[in-house]
């Protein structure tokens, strides 16, 4: 495959694709029963291990660039790629979990950012804010706009909140492989970037900040932090774009579920 070539899909593809993202919805919601003080993320990547296994996929997460799990679990003012561990969640806690899976050779790709016990009303708004910010990007995905279009949803809607976006991290194209072109950034300016089309499938992932936009990425060669150490949080989904606008194959319902 050469490089920066964008991969358009079928929509025989395009159902294969959303066979795995609605699995990794599933996985979600079943990781949201358990999403409680006390519990490891260690635990959680367990039981999302098994369940994405139970189903007939492969965690893609596991193994991918020698990532050692199958989830990311980013707590507090860890923005992304956070390896699961023995801490426990305490109550007040935030933690983003990512989740991939992998089925009938292609990939599935979704975030959300979960509440843990009682969690202070500025971090609820912060988390609000940011998931409707995913939504105000994937309005823009659609044909004819540019992949800067969505950025600048992103990045207008979250910074006239008061929070900053991540630079450093971008959401991406997804299909056949976990990252395809084109990179999907979560700020830009309007009319720029590349033109989206038909059959085109991006993982949209904003990844907000309480504070400071700045990050650091931390020795263990994953996990990236918030500079200031303020909490993050992160919401992605993965769409195809068809008949001209985004058709969403993730899906947060199977969390919505248990959580209200």
Not at 20 to 46: F, I, W, Y
Not at 108 to 134: I, M, N, P, R
Not at 188 to 197: D, E, K, N, S, W
Request: net charge negative; hydrophobic share 35%.
């Amino acid at each position: 495959m050469k490089r920066n070539v964008i991969i358009l899909k079928t929509d025989e593809e395009i159902e294969f694709m959303r066979m795995a993202n609605r699995l990794v919805g599933k996985t979600l919601g079943e990781l949201s029963h358990h999403v409680k003080p006390g519990v490891t993320t260690l635990q959680l990547d367990k039981i999302a291990e098994e369940f994405i296994r139970d189903h007939g996929a492969i965690p893609t997460f596991l193994g991918y660039g020698g990532f050692p799990n199958s989830i990311c679990a980013s707590v507090n003012e860890n923005v992304v790629h956070g390896i699961p561990n023995d801490r426990p969640l305490q109550n007040g806690d935030v933690v983003s979990i990512d989740c991939g899976t992998s089925l009938h050779g292609f990939c599935g790709d979704s975030a959300y950012t979960f509440q843990v016990g009682e969690v202070d009303e500025k971090v609820k708004q912060l988390l609000q804010t940011t998931k409707e910010s995913l939504y105000k990007g994937i309005e823009q995905a659609k044909e004819g706009n540019r992949v800067g279009d969505i950025g600048f949803a992103v990045q207008s809607y979250c910074e006239s909140r008061g929070y900053s976006v991540v630079r450093e991290l971008v959401g991406h194209g997804i299909g056949r492989n976990m990252h395809e072109p084109p990179e999907v950034p979560n700020y830009g300016r309007r009319g720029t970037g590349p033109l989206i089309q038909n059959g085109m499938c991006l993982a949209i992932e904003p990844m907000i900040n309480m504070g400071g936009k700045k990050v650091v990425f931390e020795s263990d060669g994953w996990t990236v932090r918030t500079k200031d150490r303020k909490p993050s949080a992160h919401f992605e989904h993965t769409v195809a774009i068809r008949n001209g606008k985004a058709d969403i194959l993730s899906t947060f319902e199977f969390i919505q579920e248990i959580i209200n």
